[in-house]
């Protein structure tokens, strides 16, 4: 008799949105990397003569490399936090990848999760496909996307792990450092790891533009990192875990089985971009703030359009007036205008689309332009007629 494994995962909607829509759109409003920089300009920030470059990449053997990153690399790493040493970073195949491995080495059947939603899928499926009760504890709007601390001392009764993104992916809201040490305590009341997914560090709009970590705060903190986002550089396809030895072997054991290594070239890379981190941030910086400015600017003159404005990171949530569903709203715009958001219920969030504004300024602009015409033409529709017409 034929045997159909079945893998007990849902399915990844943002993942299945993006990879369906993200190179045929014409104004890509749903990326949520910074504008990625090319090599070129990347070594121009570092300081880097291309020739030098090139003296140091075209003799390398591409072997293996480093089996979890060159030294280099991860002491770049650790110079991200005050606490972290080079020892304590396993270098994995971007975040996607830390995540993955972090829950396979935390997670047993029975345990419990808190998850902090919405949130990147990765933090409540995978450990509900680990065998995980999962517990929600959901952001609200009129909270300023904020967790509900005493929510959160409920929900974390018996857990074994509380997983947050913070600054925070899809809502832009951000957890200073005395939200953090709450949240802490919290964890550690109940000797709870907390899985940190801080891939948006450093696009803070105020102040230097880089708050604290949860590692440096925790020390039960398995401190996820990556160069998508914030470091602008999604193409190395390069994440990181920092966690406490116990956790780092369990990740360590689990990533021989998928990983052995990242590319040579892709360390190579990444050890120069974040030797010139104070450099890369602060173009990074520019643009995060100038289009955050920009956005803030078409919400409020957009009357069907209304948010809590991000702190941090390059997204944000969008409330819309209309009696669309979230998914229909955004094929409908993807079809009439070309401009791609991502709906809600790709995120558990229906109501609401998600934008990416961090990217190219004038696409931005543009797509939002049109996304008025777009909205402008509902407004017409007499209200309640829309609804019928799902898509
Ligand atoms: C919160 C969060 N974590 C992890 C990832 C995956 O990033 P990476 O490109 O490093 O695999 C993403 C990508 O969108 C994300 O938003």
């Known amino acids: 008799m034929l045997h159909h494994a079945v893998m007990q995962i849902r399915d990844f909607g943002i993942e299945i949105w993006m990879n369906r829509w993200e190179t045929t759109c014409r104004y890509n409003l749903a990326e949520t990397c910074v504008e990625s920089i090319t090599v070129d300009a990347l070594l121009g920030l570092a300081g880097m003569d291309p020739d030098d470059f090139l003296a140091e990449l075209l003799p390398m053997r591409l072997t293996y490399g480093a089996i979890v990153g060159t030294d280099r690399l991860r002491s770049a790493i650790a110079a991200l936090y005050e606490t972290a040493t080079p020892d304590d970073v396993l270098v994995t195949h971007g975040a996607i990848g830390a995540n993955h491995l972090a829950y396979l080495a935390l997670i047993e059947p029975g345990d419990v999760v808190v998850s902090i939603v919405p949130t990147y899928q990765q933090h409540t499926s995978i450990p509900e496909s680990l065998g995980a009760e999962v517990r929600l504890l959901r952001l609200r709007e009129e909270r300023g996307w904020l967790p509900d601390l005493d929510e959160l001392r409920s929900l974390a009764a018996g857990a074994k792990v509380i997983a947050l993104v913070n600054p925070n992916n899809p809502t832009g809201s951000l957890l200073g450092e005395a939200g953090l040490r709450e949240i802490a305590s919290i964890a550690e009341h109940e000797g709870a790891w907390i ?156 109501g609401y689309l998600r934008i990416g504004y961090a990217n190219n300024a004038t696409t931005l602009r543009d797509g939002l332009a049109r996304t008025s015409a777009f909205l402008a033409t509902l407004a017409t529709g007499r209200p309640g007629t829309t609804a019928g017409s799902r898509t």
């Open 195 to 350: 899985v940190a997914d801080e891939v948006y560090r450093g696009t803070d709009q105020d102040g230097a533009g880089t708050s604290p970590s949860l590692v440096d705060l925790y020390e039960r903190t398995v401190g996820i990192g990556s160069m998508s986002k914030a470091f602008s550089l999604a193409g190395l396809r390069l994440g990181w875990v920092t966690a406490a030895r116990e956790v780092l072997d369990a990740v360590s054991r689990h990533r021989d089985y998928s990983v052995i290594s990242v590319g040579m070239v892709d360390d190579l890379l990444a050890s120069i971009a974040l030797e010139a981190r104070d450099a890369l941030l602060g173009r990074n910086r520019a643009i995060v703030r100038e289009n955050l400015a920009s956005l803030d600017a078409w919400v409020t003159a957009e009357p069907r359009i209304s948010y809590v404005k991000p702190q941090s990171g390059t997204t944000a949530l969008l409330r819309y007036e209309s009696d669309l569903p979230s998914e229909s709203l955004c094929l409908r715009l993807l079809e009439t205008e070309g401009v791609l958001f991502t709906p809600g219920s790709a995120l558990d969030a229906e």
